[in-house]
């Protein structure tokens, strides 16, 4: 099926630093989004992508859809306690009924060191 | 603001026994899907629905049924609980594939 790979697993970073994190895929998909899942939550949407070579702003948080339509990269500026949390990749994929359906990537885990 | 409500929030099964993870949403989507997220790792997708009576396969969707009579409604069945069942059940809506509102989660324990 379809694989999304998710780079780092992990991080630990300190208070104000800034974040990159990515995510592949061995297929093209037309659309890229990012969610945050904080402890005990389900995931949020942070941004949506549609467009290959698309910059997307939300605040401290930076997207940008691959122009290949193969990767996506999330930038956080300036981390806060509250960036703490789980961060997942999403494309979508072909369902067997020819509309969409999500799948997720495996996360990269956000810790801030005091 | 209802959204996607799932009950219950936490439950603990013994081996063999079944039951049912309620979803529903109020926002009127097509699109309903079920995950399993085991500690520390990513959303499994186990089953979805693009509409009423619409329903197929995800990823991981052994020792799972679901239904969906209703755009508000669609639980997911566990017929004979095993521990590798053992996980926090999310589930989510959308208009489309394109922006999924998720639940809160049930967390199920099975021993």
């Known amino acids: 099926g379809q694989q999304l790979n998710q780079s780092p697993q992990s991080m630990f970073i300190q208070e104000g630093e800034d974040v990159s994190m990515n995510c592949t895929s061995s297929?093209?998909?037309?659309?890229w989004l990012w969610y945050k899942q904080d402890p005990g939550e389900g995931p949020v949407l942070l941004i949506a992508?549609?467009?290959?070579?698309e910059l997307t702003s939300n605040g401290r948080l930076t997207a940008q859809f691959g122009i290949t339509r193969k990767d996506s990269f999330l930038n956080i500026s300036a981390s806060i306690p509250s960036d703490v949390g789980i961060y997942f990749c999403?494309?979508?994929?072909?369902?067997?009924?020819?509309?969409?359906?999500?799948?997720f990537g495996t996360g990269t885990r956000l810790t801030i060191i005091p | 603001n209802a959204g996607v409500t799932q009950t219950p929030k936490f439950r603990i099964l013994k081996i063999g026994q079944s039951m049912t993870l309620q979803c529903t949403q109020d926002?009127?989507?097509?699109?309903m899907y079920w995950y399993r997220q085991d500690p520390g790792m990513g959303l499994k997708l186990i089953y979805y629905?693009?509409?009423?009576?619409?329903?197929d396969k995800g990823e991981v969707p052994n020792g799972y049924n679901v239904s969906r009579s209703t755009t508000e409604d669609f639980p997911l069945r566990l017929e004979l609980a095993a521990p590798s069942q053992t996980s926090v059940y999310f589930c989510?809506?959308?208009?489309?594939?394109?922006?999924?509102?998720f639940g809160q989660g049930t967390r199920l324990t099975v021993v």
């Open positions: 989510a809506s959308s208009e489309q594939s394109k922006r999924a509102f």
């Open positions: 297929s093209i998909f037309n659309t």
């Open positions: 992508l549609y467009k290959a070579g």
């Open positions: 999403a494309v979508g994929g072909r369902s067997n009924f020819g509309n969409e359906k999500l799948t």
């Open positions: 926002m009127n989507h097509n699109y």
């Open positions: 629905s693009v509409g009423a009576g619409i329903t």
